[in-house]
């Protein structure tokens, strides 16, 4: 198999979001940019790994390379993202109680947006 090699800021790679892309050194700059996706990559651990520099998805994505193609490293969830699912939840459950209190069928709605927002937060990682 191949070995991972360093990343060289002044090479074209192909870009890793799997699109028809290439990556092209930013003049004045330590980072490297697709011209198809538009994409800002910069590298880190001493030109070891490549990843974005605006990443919106909660599994925070790197790639290092093998020579011939980009191989992926997910990082697991950010810290973020796991305090926002923790205040979602703690709201949508509190407001299905004051919901539930003054509603006429409280414990039927109740039940059932505790259930759809728990369901909302296990799928939400699966958008990316």
């Not at 074209?12 to 198809?36: F, S």
């Not at 998805?57 to 992926?72: E, I, Q, R």
């Not at 926002?84 to 059932?112: E, N, R, Y």
Request: a positive charge; proline letters at 6%; glycine letters at 4%.
């Amino acid at each position: 198999m191949f070995k991972e090699q360093p990343i060289d800021l002044k090479c074209e790679y192909p870009c890793p979001c799997r699109r028809e892309g290439k990556l092209q050194p930013i003049t004045l700059t330590e980072a490297l940019g697709c011209n198809e996706c538009q994409q800002i990559f910069v590298t880190e651990e001493e030109h070891k790994y490549l990843k974005p520099v605006v990443d919106l998805s909660p599994y925070k994505k790197k790639w290092s390379w093998n020579g011939k193609k980009w191989v992926l490293h997910r990082q697991g969830i950010s810290k973020n993202y796991l305090l926002f699912l923790v205040w979602f939840t703690i709201g949508i459950t509190s407001l299905s109680l004051v919901f539930s209190l003054i509603s006429s069928l409280p414990w039927v709605l109740a039940t059932m947006m505790i259930i759809s927002s728990v369901l909302i937060i296990l799928l939400l990682p699966y958008r990316y």
